[in-house]
């Protein structure tokens, strides 16, 4: 996990190193390039200019000044070049490359290069021009394959910081579940051992007093075993009572507050068994006793008050859960349900994450966090039972 980490953090800074180069390269030889491209523009229009000029005085020396002029110029822009008479013979040549231009086999290999790339000029009656690349053509060359390779390399970073991500993400969330996991097996084993340590420092009392709460630990323990089994597994619909399900959650943890420091009171408000709705129980009661939990936490060293209301509004089948404690800080909202964040100093953020994925993937409703002036609330909504049909999601 610490190498997936590191190379997430050092990948950017890298690739962005890259990409500051790539661009600063780019930019500046682009610069270079236009700069030159004018002065040569400027250059040879004067050049055109002059030959305007010479061809319309009627000196012959003016003529062949300018023919003069023009081959400086062409020798100037460092156009290679070479020319055969109509025998084949080669006549001049200017700028060949000095491997080719010290033999005559090699200077017609280079001829037959530069035919391969550019169709050689023929006149009549004088003979033919062979011509290569202007010199910054192949720095252009070169300036796209550097280019190249730095993109190349740009794209082997981002790969590598991309998994260095989904790894060090698929780490965190194990983690994660695995926290999550030993959280709900805590509740329910925390209330067996205090009922134990109550029959040791109560030998005397009648088990029937305790019979009820050892039950509801241990019915919780196989509701928390089953839960982790629908992980992987499309959810199963059935109708659900809301208002039935809310009550056996809040009756569970009545009994196991804080009421000696810090009380914290919790209170139900529904009409009935209702509203109802197509969705998994399993699933469904692990979303509120997180909401739950979450309040519960929220009020940890401080107490308070948490409010579960039920109602329906439309089509919709609603839980608000409120808290009177500090509330959710203002820059921890817009990423509140994704998984690991947290607001808690020892949290691991994954119990808000699963409790949208459990109400908005596996039942099509959604969950929502409204900030209170004093306190959070977070609503659960869900479609009614007369409205719903059975969402074939996702697995969990």
């Known amino acids: 996990m610490s190498r997936s980490g590191a190379g997430w953090r050092t990948g950017p ?16 030889y682009t610069w270079v390039t236009v700069r030159h491209l004018r002065h040569e523009a400027r250059d040879t229009s004067r050049l055109l200019g002059r030959v305007f000029a010479g061809l319309n005085d009627p000196k012959p020396e003016a003529v062949m000044s300018t023919l003069l002029d023009l081959a400086a110029r062409v020798r100037a822009l460092g156009i290679p ?8 013979h080669i006549t001049a040549m200017d700028n060949v490359p000095p491997r080719f231009a010290g033999d005559s086999a090699r200077l017609r290999t280079w001829i037959a290069m530069v ?21 910054q053509t192949e720095e252009l060359i070169l300036l796209a394959a550097l280019q190249a ?15 260095a991500q989904v790894a060090a993400a698929r780490d965190r969330l194990w983690v994660a579940m695995a926290r999550e996991s030993a959280h709900q097996l805590g509740t329910p084993l925390m209330g067996l051992t205090g009922w134990i340590d109550y029959l040791r420092e109560n030998p005397d009392t009648r088990g029937r007093e305790l019979v009820t709460h050892l039950a509801a630990d241990v019915e919780r323990l196989e509701r928390v075993a089953r839960r982790f089994e629908h992980v992987g597994r499309p959810a199963k619909m059935e109708l659900v009572a809301l208002g039935a399900l809310a009550e056996r959650v809040v009756a569970y943890f009545r009994p196991r507050l804080p009421t000696l420091a810090s009380q914290v009171a919790l209170a139900l408000d529904a009409s009935g068994s209702g509203p109802t709705i197509m969705g998994d129980p399993v699933l469904v009661e692990w979303a509120l006793e997180a909401l ?19 109602e329906t509004a439309g089509h919709s089948a609603r839980v608000r859960v409120r808290d009177d404690g500090p509330g ?5 909202r817009s990423h509140l349900f994704e998984p690991g964040v947290s607001s808690k100093p020892g949290g691991w953020g994954i119990g808000l994450a699963l409790t949208r994925r459990i109400v908005e993937q596996q039942h099509g409703g959604r969950i929502v966090y409204h900030p209170i002036p004093s306190g959070s609330e977070f609503v659960l909504e869900f479609p009614l039972v007369s409205n719903a049909s059975v969402v074939n999601s996702a697995p969990l």
């Open 13 to 28: 800074l890298t690739i962005l190193g890259l990409a500051v180069l790539l661009g600063a390269l780019s930019a500046g």
């Open 81 to 88: 070049i070479a020319v055969t008479d109509t025998t084949g």
């Open 115 to 135: 035919d391969a790339s550019n169709t050689p000029i023929v006149q009549p009656g004088v003979g033919t021009i062979h011509y290569g690349e202007l010199p």
């Open 149 to 163: 390779i730095l993109f190349l390399c740009l794209v082997a970073l981002a790969t590598r910081a991309y998994r």
């Open 292 to 310: 739950i939990k979450n309040a519960l936490d929220a009020l940890s060293g401080r107490g308070g008050r948490i409010d579960v209301h039920l």
């Open 328 to 332: 959710v800080p203002a820059q921890v």
